[in-house]
């Protein structure tokens, strides 16, 4: 069943990062076979969710015990009960009902969906709109959405009708009994661009309590990593080269006691009269975004902190999006497109974090 995440009408394509792991074939597995005197022991599962897949591999002294099918059942768990709160392609979701509601009144959902609308409209905020949720009436007009269909330009006069659904403000929210309400009855919310994060964050606190000090936690490129590999050094995932033709790594981060997530803008798009419209629309124009901006990585302490920022910085473009993560100590990496190739751009913050510079 296609459920949230494989939605990729959302406000960016999700790039995916390269893990340097190879994955076995089958669900559960212990592996040994790089076991040094110092190593650790490796196990890894993985399973469909969310529309893509999730990939976990735990590392532990060889003399601990870790029933890995055991903890394989209380992910999926976990992940069923994401789905079954935030996706859209279910119709029974919570959020699938609150979507289909026409009224205006208080609509009840659960701690975990208030928790993640929260964190988006915030983020819309404090952006002023360029992570919006409610942006999908204007991706699908733009004939990005889920629904085949030749890519044209849509008329003025359709963007601007579009844009009277699409808007963060028209989403109201309380505590006191978890819920949202509508101030428009057409309004659609979309958790596409921060819900896998979440998921990520979910999964990994249960590790946690699990007792497992060294994991890494990957749904559909998002991911969090704790402690150290099995060569007890902190692991290291590639960032995707930002070219259509091939996949290829463009780098490689060290990662311990973090999240990551990553953004990208250069796989789906359509030309007219020689003109690029890329899938990314900026939810505050109504328009696909101009800006030379490939991709851009966030690193953090939440995966879901950094999987919607990465989507807004992937709105705001090189400058605006570099100038505001600087501002608010955002660790980011940026891989803009120059004329003869692609030029790396690093936040004050990631350079503090993992030690790289940006060239003079």
Same mark, same amino acid.
């Given at each position: 069943?296609m459920?949230l995440?494989?939605r990729?009408h959302k406000l960016f394509? &999700?790039?995916?990062?390269?893990l340097?792991?190879?994955f076995?074939?089958?669900a559960c597995?212990?592996?040994?076979?790089?076991?040094?005197?110092?190593s650790?022991? !490796?196990?890894?599962f +993985?399973?469909?969710t969310?529309?893509?897949?999730?990939?976990?591999?735990?590392c532990?002294? @060889?003399v601990?015990?870790?029933?890995?099918?055991?903890?394989?059942?209380?992910?999926?768990?976990?992940?069923?009960n994401?789905n079954? +709160?935030m996706?859209?392609?279910?119709e029974?979701?919570?959020l699938?009902? #609150?979507?289909q509601?026409?009224?205006?009144?208080?609509?009840?959902?659960?701690?975990?969906?208030?928790k993640?609308?929260?964190?988006?409209?915030?983020?819309?905020?404090?952006? %002023?709109?360029?992570?919006?949720?409610?942006?999908?009436?204007?991706? $699908?007009?733009?004939? #990005?959405g *889920?629904?085949p269909g030749k890519?044209?330009l849509p008329?003025?006069?359709?963007i601007?009708a579009?844009?009277? !659904?699409?808007?963060?403000?028209?989403i109201?929210?309380?505590?006191?009994e978890?819920a949202?309400?509508?101030?428009?009855p057409?309004?659609y919310?979309?958790?596409?661009?921060?819900?896998?994060?979440y998921?990520?964050?979910?999964?990994?606190?249960y590790?946690d309590s699990?007792?497992?000090? $060294?994991?890494l936690?990957?749904?559909?490129g998002?991911?969090? %990593?704790?402690?150290?590999?099995?060569?007890?050094?902190?692991w290291?995932?590639?960032?995707?080269? @930002?070219?259509?033709e091939?996949?290829?790594?463009?780098?490689?981060?060290?990662?311990?006691?973090?999240?990551?997530a990553t953004?990208?803008n250069?796989? $789906?798009?359509?030309?007219?009269?020689?003109?690029?419209?890329?899938?990314?629309?900026? *939810?505050?124009?109504?328009y696909?975004?101009?800006?030379?901006? %490939?991709s851009?990585?966030?690193v953090?302490?939440?995966?879901?902190n950094c999987?919607?920022?990465?989507t807004?910085?992937?709105?705001?473009?090189p400058?605006?999006?570099?100038?505001w993560?600087?501002?608010r !100590?955002?660790? %980011?990496y #940026?891989?803009?497109k120059e004329e $003869?190739? #692609?030029?790396? &751009?690093?936040s004050?913050?990631? +350079?503090?974090?993992?030690g790289?510079?940006?060239?003079?």
């Amino acid at each position: 069943m296609m459920t949230l995440a494989s939605r990729r009408h959302k406000l960016f394509l &999700r790039v995916a990062v390269l893990l340097l792991l190879i994955f076995p074939a089958t669900a559960c597995q212990t592996d040994q076979s790089d076991s040094t005197a110092d190593s650790l022991s !490796k196990q890894q599962f +993985q399973g469909p969710t969310m529309g893509t897949s999730y990939h976990i591999t735990i590392c532990t002294m @060889p003399v601990d015990q870790v029933n890995a099918d055991l903890l394989k059942q209380e992910v999926d768990q976990l992940l069923e009960n994401v789905n079954a +709160q935030m996706s859209t392609y279910i119709e029974t979701s919570e959020l699938s009902r #609150f979507n289909q509601s026409q009224s205006d009144q208080w609509f009840e959902v659960s701690p975990s969906v208030l928790k993640v609308v929260e964190a988006g409209l915030n983020l819309s905020k404090e952006s %002023a709109g360029a992570f919006d949720m409610t942006v999908g009436p204007l991706v $699908n007009l733009w004939h #990005f959405g *889920p629904v085949p269909g030749k890519k044209a330009l849509p008329e003025s006069t359709q963007i601007l009708a579009t844009k009277k !659904k699409v808007g963060y403000q028209y989403i109201e929210l309380q505590h006191d009994e978890a819920a949202l309400k509508k101030l428009i009855p057409n309004v659609y919310l979309d958790l596409s661009a921060i819900a896998k994060g979440y998921a990520v964050d979910i999964v990994a606190k249960y590790l946690d309590s699990q007792f497992i000090e $060294n994991y890494l936690v990957e749904i559909g490129g998002e991911m969090r %990593a704790k402690g150290v590999n099995q060569k007890q050094v902190p692991w290291k995932v590639g960032i995707e080269k @930002p070219i259509s033709e091939t996949r290829t790594i463009q780098k490689v981060v060290p990662l311990s006691n973090l999240s990551m997530a990553t953004s990208g803008n250069y796989r $789906n798009f359509f030309e007219v009269d020689g003109k690029t419209f890329s899938h990314t629309i900026d *939810p505050r124009t109504g328009y696909p975004v101009e800006h030379s901006l %490939a991709s851009v990585t966030v690193v953090g302490e939440t995966c879901m902190n950094c999987d919607a920022l990465a989507t807004c910085l992937m709105v705001l473009g090189p400058d605006e999006g570099y100038n505001w993560a600087k501002e608010r !100590k955002i660790a %980011a990496y #940026f891989i803009v497109k120059e004329e $003869n190739g #692609f030029t790396e &751009r690093y936040s004050p913050r990631w +350079q503090k974090l993992l030690g790289e510079e940006n060239e003079s």
